[in-house]
């Protein structure tokens, strides 16, 4: 596969651009290194390189276009937005039919507020959280990932539930030390955790089912244990929905899962494939944010029309009956094909799936938390990453990251995705 212009354009990227993309998940550095690939277009389930090579598409923005590239009713959505004038900086009727939508679809989110980004939804629900109970300290869950703000980018010390150390320079020691984390699925670290800083937590921010280090559900009864511990402390529960709303269903995880959290943070698939975040929660709660309250929260494009009408016509067409069904359907016979592969070639690979996502890892064992995750093997991962590439499957460049099957995906690819496989498994077997 001819990839000259990418590499081309890529150097010159890094001339302009720091480290040459616009976010470190870009760059092919944890696939070994090399020029990404610089798409030119995309159309339903593929992308068009600017050598004009084509990819069928699992990638899908990190999560957000789950109706294909370029779906015709979110682009006409799009068009008339820009005709009418893309900002405002005024309310708008879109903000209250995309509100009321949402709460119709979760309807833990009482009160929501936009703003543009899933870092800003939950960055924002930790300080409303910290202004509505008077605490400071956070718990979150390792390598759940919840954006670029300063106070998720904690890491866990060694131990079963630790207070942080920064996870990037320029997050102070102090910041750090507000945040307490604990692995995911472990009951027993969460109640340590709790029982030694439950009246200072002042919530728990946990992805209800993480898509952060590959597609990992909770294990029956560990969320409810969480919600319980965490409400007998006096603190709040937090959903990061961020990839998970309507990602599984039309709705949050949280209705899968028969939950309710006291606030969640949304992004992605939400902005149909425009920039976007919002959170909500419990009335009560909610009124702690400004103008009503006295925790600030605020966007020049927070709520711009074009988020708005973008969102609202993705979630038109998700709503469309059996879009879950298909999505499952599809992801079903793509994790049966690779397993069977998997078998076949006696590669050490599991697969993790929930419907249209699913993550492979190249370990033997079940990956049930962030450690698990960890130790599946990157190289194995990074050689059958390029291979799926040259041959036209675009993943994410990340053992960590899932594959996303979007409604315009068909049979046909997830036929021709599983021919590549066999093909890079078989090469794999030799080397
Ligand atoms: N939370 C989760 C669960 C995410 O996956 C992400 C992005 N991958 C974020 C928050 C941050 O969202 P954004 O990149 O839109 O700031």
Excluded at 71 to 90: F, N, Q, V
Excluded at 370 to 392: N, R
């Amino acid at each position: 596969m001819n990839v000259k212009q990418s590499e081309e354009l890529y150097k010159e990227a890094c001339e302009h651009i720091v480290g040459g993309v616009n976010s470190p998940s870009r760059s092919f550095q944890g696939v070994g290194g090399g020029a990404p690939i610089f798409m030119e277009r995309g159309e339903g389930a593929y992308f068009y390189d600017v050598d004009g090579n084509r990819y069928i598409d699992y990638l899908g923005a990190y999560g957000p276009i789950i109706t294909g590239h370029a779906h015709p009713h979110i682009t006409e959505a799009i068009k008339r937005s820009a005709e009418d004038g893309t900002l405002y900086g005024t309310p708008t009727r879109f903000e209250n039919q995309f509100s009321k939508m949402l709460k119709g679809a979760i309807p833990s989110l009482e009160k929501v507020r936009f703003v543009n980004s899933g870092t800003e939804a939950v960055m924002t629900t930790i300080r409303v959280a910290r202004a509505y109970t008077g605490r400071n300290k956070i718990i979150k869950f390792a390598g759940c990932y919840h954006g670029h703000s300063d106070l998720v980018l904690v890491a866990a010390g060694s131990g079963p539930s630790t207070l942080g150390s920064p996870d990037s320079a320029g997050v102070t020691q102090n910041i750090a030390e507000e945040v307490i984390t604990v692995p995911f699925n472990d009951p027993k670290a969460f109640e340590t955790a709790i029982n030694k800083w439950g009246d200072q937590i002042a919530a728990v921010l946990v992805e209800p089912i993480v898509g952060n280090f590959g597609i990992v559900e909770p294990a029956p009864g560990f969320l409810e244990r969480v919600h319980s511990l965490t409400h007998e402390a006096g603190a709040l529960i937090i959903y990061d929905e961020v990839i998970t709303a309507f990602r599984f269903t039309y709705g949050g995880a949280q209705n899968l899962l028969n939950l309710t959290p006291d606030m969640t943070a949304m992004g992605k698939i939400i902005g149909g494939g425009l920039p976007i975040g919002a959170y909500g929660g419990k009335t009560k709660i909610m009124e702690s944010v400004a103008p009503l309250g006295p925790a600030y929260s605020a966007g020049t494009m927070s709520g711009n029309p074009a988020s708005m009408r973008a969102g609202i016509a993705c979630l038109e067409v998700l709503k469309e009956e059996g879009t879950y069904e298909r999505l499952d359907f599809l992801g079903n016979k793509l994790e049966e094909g690779l397993v069977e592969l998997i078998q076949k070639y006696n590669i050490p690979a599991t697969v993790n799936r929930l419907k249209g996502a699913l993550t492979l890892y190249f370990t033997t064992q079940p990956v049930t938390n962030y450690e698990e995750a960890e130790s599946s093997d990157g190289q194995l991962f990074a050689s059958f990453f390029k291979k799926m590439l040259h041959q036209g499957i675009n993943l994410a460049p990340s053992k960590y990251e899932a594959w996303f099957i979007t409604t315009a995906h068909v049979e046909k690819d997830i036929d021709e995705t599983l021919i590549a496989a066999e093909h890079a498994f078989r090469e794999l077997a030799e080397e």
